[in-house]
């Protein structure tokens, strides 16, 4: 079996930079929002929904209660993203 981490890195490296970029600000991280050319690409949005969730499974980054798709970055994810 082989994994690619192409996918999963691009939507990381996306999602990480523009929460850095703005925190402490809560952000919209959506796929629409990082990668609105790509709005078509049922394989890359599934990868960026999958890297969001393993994200905040990880504690690198907080969900913004009252929005879908705003996160900030945890302490994790700012040291990590530095």
């Known amino acids: 079996m082989t994994i690619s981490f192409t996918q999963f890195d691009q939507a ?3 999602i990480l930079t523009n929460l850095a970029q703005n925190f402490p600000t809560p952000t919209e991280v959506g ?27 990880e504690d690198f980054i907080a969900h913004d209660i009252g929005s879908a798709s705003s996160f900030v970055l945890t302490q994790k994810g700012l040291s990590t993203s530095i």
């Open 12 to 14: 990381s490296v996306a």
């Open 31 to 57: 796929f629409h929002d990082l990668f609105p050319e790509s709005e078509n690409d049922i394989s890359q949005r599934q990868a960026h929904v999958g890297s969001l969730a393993f994200l905040r499974h």
